[in-house]
T-cell receptor, first 114, second 113 residues
Framework: AQKVTQAQTEISVVEKEDVTLDCVYE???????LFWYKQPPSGELVFLIR??????QNEISGRYSWNFQKSTSSFNFTITASQVVDSAVYFC???????????FGTGTSLTVIP | DAGITQSPRHKVTETGTPVTLRCHQT?????MYWYRQDPGHGLRLIHY???????DKGEVSDGYSVSRSKTEDFLLTLESATSSQTSVYFC????????????FGPGTRLTVT
């Protein structure tokens, strides 16, 4: 069964618009970890954030914010005032705790149009 | 940036030939991973290592083998390459399995003709 679903395959926004990337996960564990990665057109994978299941506080880092809601099994990522440099593929990932592997979603390709 | 290098960065090979990809890290992390990235599939785990000579299979391990004789090096071998193994291969490292973020190398683009 797919553990991480990123239903949005591709999104296009105009520069300065806000955009939210959705991530829905599935797990039976009470302890788990969620991650977001960015893959710009150059191809490298860049770690953005890690969240554990017992910390539901939202997090903000500059123009980036993350909304973790256990009730809906979602860990959504919002970019405020998008810029062309935000154009990339974004991956959400789940780990079911110590000793477990990562499960990646299929990614959302974001294009920010100038 | 985490010190992870992969070699080669690009390779074209013929069906049936053996191929070895190398991942080298300078972070002294215990865990190392090999993933493949294909359109529509995201990243899928091939094999991982939790120490020197300690390895285990991932989700898509058929047709691949790995070896880790030193902490810093993790090798991925395609014994007899097939066209279905055309992909981009990423190595990753982490301090711990599951609880810590993984840091990725630059990737190797492999084409099997």
């Amino acid at each position: 069964a797919q553990k991480v679903t990123q239903a949005q395959t591709e999104i296009s926004v105009v520069e300065k618009e806000d955009v939210t990337l959705d991530c829905v996960y599935e797990t039976r564990d009470t302890t788990y970890y969620l991650f977001w990665y960015k893959q710009p057109p150059s191809g490298e994978l860049v770690f953005l954030i890690r969240r554990n299941s017992f910390d539901e506080q939202n997090e903000i880092s500059g123009r980036y914010s993350w909304n973790f809601q256990k009730s809906t099994s979602s860990f959504n990522f919002t970019i405020t005032a998008s810029q062309v440099v935000d154009s990339a593929v974004y991956f959400c990932a789940l780990s079911e705790g110590p000793g477990n592997q990562f499960y990646f979603g299929t990614g959302t390709s974001l294009t920010v149009i100038p | 940036d985490a010190g992870i290098t992969q070699s080669p960065r690009h390779k074209v090979t013929e069906t049936g030939t053996p191929v070895t990809l190398r991942c080298h890290q300078t972070e002294n992390h215990r865990y190392m991973y090999w993933y493949r990235q294909d359109p529509g599939h995201g990243l899928r785990l091939i094999h991982y290592s939790y120490g020197v000579k300690d390895t285990d299979k991932g989700e898509v391990s058929d047709g691949y083998s790995v070896s880790r004789s030193k902490t810093e090096d993790f090798l991925l071998t395609l014994e007899s390459a097939t066209s279905s193994q055309t992909s981009v291969y990423f190595c990753a490292i982490s301090e711990g399995q599951g609880t810590y973020e993984q840091y990725f190398g630059p990737g190797t683009r492999l084409t099997v003709t």
